[in-house]
């Protein structure tokens, strides 16, 4: 079982730009497909885009941050990125990692381990 561990989070002011990271442990971590969802307030979780376990050569991205954030893995540091560019104030929220052995998808119901999430405030 993988254990998650987002950080990166922060202020930012609209163009600017942030990377989160998520540190994994307890599990083979080139053997997980890993995503990105994020919920502001008052609002249902939503995809942010997400990749293939290594070697599957997959990535997926919502239309709202395609072109803008980048999802990248390093396995031998056992962690994935999210690199954030351009970032417009709707883009606040908490962000979160996800991690799964056996599917991917955009819904959240193909996931079944997540981090704490990692809040990101853009300011106008």
């Known amino acids: 079982q993988v254990q998650l561990v987002e950080s990166g989070g922060g202020y930012v002011q609209s163009g600017g730009s942030l990377r989160l990271s998520c540190e994994a442990s307890?599990?083979?971590?080139?053997?997980?497909?890993l995503g990105w969802f994020r919920q502001a307030p008052g609002k249902e979780r939503e995809f942010v885009g997400c990749?293939?376990?290594?070697?599957?050569?997959?990535?997926y991205y919502a239309d709202s941050v395609k072109d803008r954030f980048t999802i990248s893995r390093d396995d031998a540091k056992n962690t994935a990125y999210l690199q954030m560019n351009n970032l417009k104030p709707e883009d606040t929220a908490v962000y979160y990692c996800?991690?799964?052995?056996?599917?991917?998808?955009?819904?959240?119901?193909?996931?079944?381990?997540w981090g704490q999430g990692t809040p990101v405030t853009v300011s106008s």
């Open positions: 996800t991690a799964d052995l056996h599917s991917y998808g955009t819904s959240a119901s193909f996931w079944d381990y």
């Open positions: 307890g599990g083979s971590f080139s053997k997980y497909a």
């Open positions: 990749i293939s376990w290594t070697g599957g050569g997959s990535f």
